[in-house]
């Protein structure tokens, strides 16, 4: 990745402090920093975790949170005062890169994108200096372990649509109503929640971002098996669950400003390196290609250059929008265009790899996928099985994280200037 293309000069501070990075060769100072900690920290043989049986990840990826703790690369965007490495949004993104290249997460287990990525950011920018110090800390630990809960059955894209509520009882917050498709709900222990804390406030307004413990009686977490046998995602159900009055990021009926800062760091947060991943899958399915004899044909050959195309249209898209970061803008709408571009991207290349196997993708066949969403990570199986499952949830790409419709509307409305679409009007009742 040439991070020649973005100017500017941000020094580092904390456990990974080094030389400022910006330009090329400070930038390679820190990235050569890295692999030196990937080298003497990951095994001599080391092929990538998607290498690992199901088994030894359970073993090995606990551990590798112990060793990136211990070594200062979690909650690497954090400040230094809240336990962070307080690096600047260059160097996070090189040193993403560098752990995805490695075949190795930055955050391991299933419940630290949530926390690291996505409440403890929308903490720092919204939260009160009691709940940075009660909660950073703890996703630091590991003791608490997040899940966010957005969707529901009828506000999926339509985020604002929400009917979960939330009064104030004997001064707690009283939450009824159902969430679904929270990504690893099952192992979370505690949830940040959008509600409705003001019925008489329609559509965005009146909401309020509650942070809920999970284990309490009034909250039921129920898995969903998918289609590829797996339960990666679950659904809510509250009823008179109870969280702390002083438990809501930002001012209350501010909810739906706090929740799309918090989508901002979900969608561009790792825009620079969010190719990277999709590269390392790529070139897995060009040696598959090679093991079926099929590298000359000229039609398969279109396909992955289109495919070659999308993932480094991807990478230019993130250095444009790291530029305008280290500028100082906040992530826009071009980060709608990432997440459209890789999804359907994914989408298109797991449909060319069932393509390849022919018959052979309807046998249940060789170690499976090594990550349930998303690409699989350096070293996983070029298997029937693996790649059977990356198509399925591949489809499911399109529509989590708001649906490829709606990031169109979000690029026509927010970048194109076209006239908005006219929204329907919900009954209420």
Known sequence: MRHDAIRGTHPARGPLA????GSGPDSDTLRERVRRFLRESLPADWRGVGALSEQQRSVFLPAWRDTLRASGYLGISWPVQYGGAG???????????????????????PNDPFGFSLIGPTLLRWGTEEQKRFFLPRILSGEHRWAQGYSEPEAGSDLFGLRTSAEVVDDEWVINGQKVWQTAGDT????????????????????????????????????????????EFCEVF??????????????RGDGARVALTLLGYERGAASGAAYAGYRVELDRLVGLIADRGLQDDPLIRQRVARCWSKVEITRLLGLEIMSAIVSG??????????KLLLSEHHAELTE???????????????DGAAAEIGPDPLGAPN?????????????????????????????GEQLLGLPREPRAVRSRG
């Open 87 to 109: 690096l600047s949004v260059l160097e996070q993104c090189v040193v993403q890169e560098e752990f995805v290249l490695a075949g190795v997460p930055l955050l391991p287990l």
């Open 383 to 411: 298997s029937p099985a693996a790649w059977q499952q990356k198509f399925l949830t591949a489809r499911a790409g399109t529509i989590y994280g708001g649906s490829s419709q709606i990031q169109r509307n979000t690029l």
């Open 238 to 251: 509250f009823s008179d669950a109870r969280t702390a009055i002083g438990n809501v990021v930002g001012e």
């Open 188 to 231: 979370a222990n505690w949830i940040f929640t959008l509600t409705r804390t003001e019925p008489d406030r329609p559509g965005s307004r009146g909401l309020s971002l509650l942070l809920i413990p999970i284990d309490q009686a009034g909250v039921e977490v129920r898995p969903i098996r998918t289609m590829t046998g797996h339960s």
């Open 329 to 338: 803008a906040a992530p826009d709408a071009e980060s709608s265009l990432i």
């Open 18 to 21: 080094g030389q400022p990075i």
């Open 352 to 366: 060319l790899a069932t393509d390849i196997l022919g018959m052979d993708v309807l046998l249940v066949g060789g």
